[in-house]
C-alpha cells in the first residue's frame, strides 16, 4: 500500500462541531509505513513529534477521522483505523 497524505488538526478541544477557531494548528505530513498492525502506534508517534511541546505522549491527545458527512469518528484502536482508512479512499489526503 503507498504511503499515506496525512492532514491534522491540533484541536483546543474536542468540538461538537469542527470550527475554525478550534483549530491550533494544521500540519500535512506523510506516513510512511509497512504493516497495519503498527500503523496507530506510528501515526500517534508522528503527531506527538510534530505537535510537541503541547503533546508530549500519545496519552494526551484523542484521535478522530472526518467523514465524508463531516462527522468526526473517534480512532479508538487499530480496528477504527483501517476502517477509517477504508471510507477514505480515493481522497487526497486522510483527515
Known amino acids: 500500500m503507498p504511503d499515506l497524505l496525512i492532514k491534522a488538526h491540533l484541536l483546543k478541544n474536542i468540538p461538537e462541531n469542527l470550527r475554525s477557531?478550534?483549530?491550533?494548528?494544521?500540519?500535512?505530513?506523510?506516513?510512511?509505513?509497512?504493516?497495519?498492525?503498527?500503523?496507530?502506534?506510528?501515526?500517534?508517534?508522528?503527531?506527538?513529534?510534530?505537535?510537541?511541546?503541547?503533546?508530549?505522549?500519545?496519552?494526551?491527545?484523542?484521535?478522530?477521522?472526518?467523514?465524508?458527512?463531516?462527522?468526526?469518528?473517534?480512532?479508538n484502536n487499530e480496528k477504527d483505523l483501517s476502517n477509517a482508512l477504508k471510507f477514505s479512499l480515493g481522497q487526497l489526503s486522510f483527515k
Not at 22 to 44: A, G, M, P, R, V
Not at 58 to 74: A, H, P, Q, T, Y
Open 21 to 75: 477557531d478550534q483549530i491550533q494548528e494544521i500540519k500535512y505530513f506523510d506516513l510512511k509505513y509497512s504493516d497495519y498492525n503498527f500503523l496507530l502506534k506510528t501515526l500517534k508517534n508522528k503527531l506527538v513529534s510534530l505537535f510537541s511541546p503541547v503533546i508530549k505522549n500519545e496519552n494526551d491527545m484523542v484521535l478522530f477521522w472526518k467523514d465524508s458527512d463531516g462527522d468526526l469518528i473517534r480512532i
